[in-house]
């Protein structure tokens, strides 16, 4: 008996434990995104965070009632830094693939784009089928659900994976990549630039659901479901409110939230 009300107090005390974890009140949420992909986030010329990444989280933070705090970090070490406590969300078009669900854990989607292929203009590619791109060299960022779609969709190409997506950029205008593999706002916008008079839009990809997940969402450690519940509410309420289109609008002319 005496070892029956032992376990039954300690899952009273965990029930306890859980229950107050769950009621967490949130003052101040830490928000980690990139810097390095424009027009969702990027460091402009003043040296403040911006895009459409930040705009969205400010006004996350401000349906919820919250203190935000939006700190730079390097998109390879994203998960990591979130796991350490080094912010509490990432909002930084990351697909919340099952991969890395397996890790932590997203609020619904806030956005949802295609993949697409760029290449020089004077490409011979003709399509983005893996007959088309076979025996291309394709350059796309690191740890990231292209780079994953080069590999395991691609396979007659050749993957060339980079820290950054001004990289793979950069190599592609200097003639070291056929082609390379992003998301079709990210590659546009670059080709709207000085620096993408290179090159082409080839064409976008379908999505594969296993690969590029339902859309962009919020990621957060997985004991935070109740973060991760407020940040869901917050992208409905401003769905409703009219504050995303007007976001929206800054940046795209179209709804990028997607079907």
Same mark, same amino acid.
């Given at each position: 008996?005496?070892? &029956?009300?032992?376990?039954?107090?300690?899952?009273?005390?965990?029930?306890?434990?859980?229950?107050?974890?769950?009621?967490?009140?949130?003052?101040?949420?830490?928000? +980690?995104?990139? !810097? &390095?992909? /424009? #027009?969702?986030?990027?460091?402009?010329?003043?040296?403040?965070?911006? +895009?459409?990444?930040?705009?969205?989280?400010?006004?996350?933070?401000? %349906?919820?009632?919250?203190?935000?705090?939006? =700190?730079?970090?390097?998109?390879d070490g994203m998960i990591p830094?979130?796991?350490?406590?080094?912010?509490?969300?990432?909002?930084?078009?990351?697909?919340?693939?099952?991969?890395?669900?397996?890790?932590?854990?997203?609020?619904?989607?806030?956005?949802?784009? /295609? #993949?697409?292929? =760029?290449? #020089?203009?004077?490409?011979?590619?003709?399509?983005?089928?893996?007959?088309?791109?076979?025996?291309?060299?394709?350059?796309?960022?690191?740890?990231?659900?292209?780079?994953?779609?080069?590999?395991?969709?691609?396979?007659?190409? %050749?993957?060339?994976?980079? #820290?950054?997506?001004?990289?793979?950029?950069?190599?592609?205008?200097?003639?070291?990549?056929?082609?390379?593999?992003?998301?079709?706002? =990210?590659?546009?916008?670059?080709?709207?630039?000085?620096?993408?008079a290179c090159c082409k839009l080839?064409?976008?990809?379908? /999505?594969?659901?296993?690969?590029?997940?339902?859309?962009? !969402?919020?990621?957060?450690?997985?004991?935070?479901?109740?973060?991760?519940?407020?940040?869901?509410?917050?992208?409905?309420?401003?769905?409703a409110n009219g504050k995303y289109?007007?976001?929206?609008?800054?940046?795209?002319?179209?709804?990028?939230?997607? !079907?």
């Amino acid at each position: 008996m005496k070892f &029956a009300k032992t376990l039954v107090t300690a899952a009273a005390l965990l029930a306890l434990s859980l229950g107050g974890a769950a009621a967490k009140e949130w003052k101040k949420v830490v928000i +980690g995104t990139e !810097g &390095a992909y /424009p #027009p969702f986030n990027y460091v402009d010329t003043d040296g403040k965070m911006k +895009g459409f990444d930040v705009d969205i989280a400010l006004a996350l933070c401000e %349906e919820m009632k919250v203190e935000c705090e939006v =700190v730079a970090q390097d998109w390879d070490g994203m998960i990591p830094a979130l796991l350490a406590g080094k912010f509490d969300a990432i909002i930084a078009s990351m697909s919340a693939t099952e991969e890395r669900k397996k890790v932590i854990d997203f609020s619904e989607k806030y956005y949802n784009t /295609p #993949p697409a292929i =760029v290449a #020089p203009k004077d490409t011979d590619i003709k399509g983005v089928t893996p007959e088309d791109l076979a025996g291309k060299t394709i350059g796309a960022q690191v740890s990231t659900m292209h780079a994953d779609y080069v590999e395991k969709v691609l396979t007659q190409s %050749e993957l060339k994976s980079y #820290p950054t997506a001004d990289e793979y950029k950069l190599d592609l205008a200097n003639g070291r990549l056929d082609a390379a593999n992003d998301d079709v706002v =990210v590659l546009s916008e670059w080709l709207k630039t000085e620096a993408g008079a290179c090159c082409k839009l080839v064409g976008t990809i379908k /999505p594969v659901l296993e690969i590029h997940g339902p859309g962009a !969402g919020i990621g957060v450690r997985k004991e935070d479901t109740d973060l991760r519940d407020m940040f869901s509410a917050a992208i409905k309420a401003i769905r409703a409110n009219g504050k995303y289109q007007e976001i929206n609008k800054k940046y795209f002319d179209f709804d990028v939230y997607g !079907g």
